[in-house]
């Protein structure tokens, strides 16, 4: 059995978990103690390691066939020290891992203006956020070349679950654009990134860049109200553009001022990828059935 180490052990991690120590015998990169007991339960093997203390980091060399990187970057820069950190421990050792799947982000691709673009669309990432993660596929890619790993990206839009939904936000009021004013937005559920993840680790192939998308983009505010109507709150007011930007904060409205359709048909072809919830419809309708069993 192959020995599969997580980086990045998150929601999607353990929603793909179940699945994962069907296959592989599963190591768990933790920085906190407090988890261990979780993952051992769960049934994978805890591994002390911080991707902020590149001293941990010296006990993976050597320890993984395949690496399931989840990992997000700091929260300063443009480049993501802790992927460079990650490369630079599983370097040491003659022994490197045959693939290495990375979850990354739409948002390299900047703003699209609301084409639709598939993965030969070319990255220009407007947030440094964005130029990180950018920075960490770069790095990665370029670690595949150099040793022969099969290293593939997928590269994730908004991500929602029951647990994932902008409940609070529009208790709170917040607004959102008006509709001619709107962007185009891209949502992948949860347990979908999850099943892409382990289909990546099998059939991706070598440098390889992935959509990891459902089948329909939304208006940014029209995935609001389905929010809102589905569970009973009050829809978000939309404001003109200027407005909105006076009241939002930069965080909030760097998602608003990006726009792009994501094609995901590499994922169905070459992933052979059977999306749970092709629309965000559907998505908010299983986290409502699952909120209120």
Not at 20 to 31: E, G, M, P, W
Request: charged share 25%.
């Amino acid at each position: 059995m192959q020995n599969l180490l997580i980086v990045g052990c998150g929601d999607v991690a353990r929603r793909a978990l179940p699945t994962l120590t069907s296959r592989y015998r599963v190591l768990a990169l933790l920085r906190d103690p407090a988890k261990c007991a979780l993952w051992r339960a769960a049934g994978a093997i805890p591994v002390p390691g911080d991707l902020d203390a590149p001293r941990s980091l010296a006990r993976i060399a050597g320890l993984a066939d395949l690496v399931l990187h989840l990992a997000p970057p700091g929260d300063s820069g443009v480049i993501d020290l802790r992927t460079r950190r990650l490369i630079s421990a599983l370097s040491h050792s003659r022994s490197l891992p045959r693939r290495l799947v990375y979850i990354s982000t739409s948002g390299v691709y900047g703003d699209c203006a609301g084409a639709l673009i598939d993965e030969t669309r070319e990255a220009r990432p407007q947030t440094p956020r964005a130029c990180r993660r950018l920075d960490a596929e770069q790095q990665l890619r370029a670690f595949g070349r150099r040793h022969q790993v099969n290293v593939s990206i997928l590269r994730a839009p908004g991500i929602y679950a029951a647990d994932r939904l902008p409940l609070e936000r529009l208790r709170a009021g917040m607004p959102v654009l008006l509709a001619e004013d709107d962007v185009f937005t891209n949502h992948i559920h949860a347990d979908d990134l999850a099943a892409m993840a382990v289909a990546a680790l099998r059939r991706a192939l070598p440098g390889r860049v992935y959509n990891a998308c459902d089948d329909a983009p939304t208006k940014m505010a029209d995935y609001f109200d389905i929010v809102a109507d589905r569970f009973g709150v009050p829809r978000a007011p939309r404001l003109a553009r200027d407005e909105a930007r006076q009241r939002l904060s930069p965080a909030s409205w760097s998602f608003m001022s990006e726009s792009r359709r994501l094609v995901n048909r590499r994922i169905k072809k070459e992933l052979q990828i059977r999306l749970r919830h092709p629309r965000v419809e559907d998505g908010v309708l299983a986290a409502w059935h699952e909120r209120n069993p």
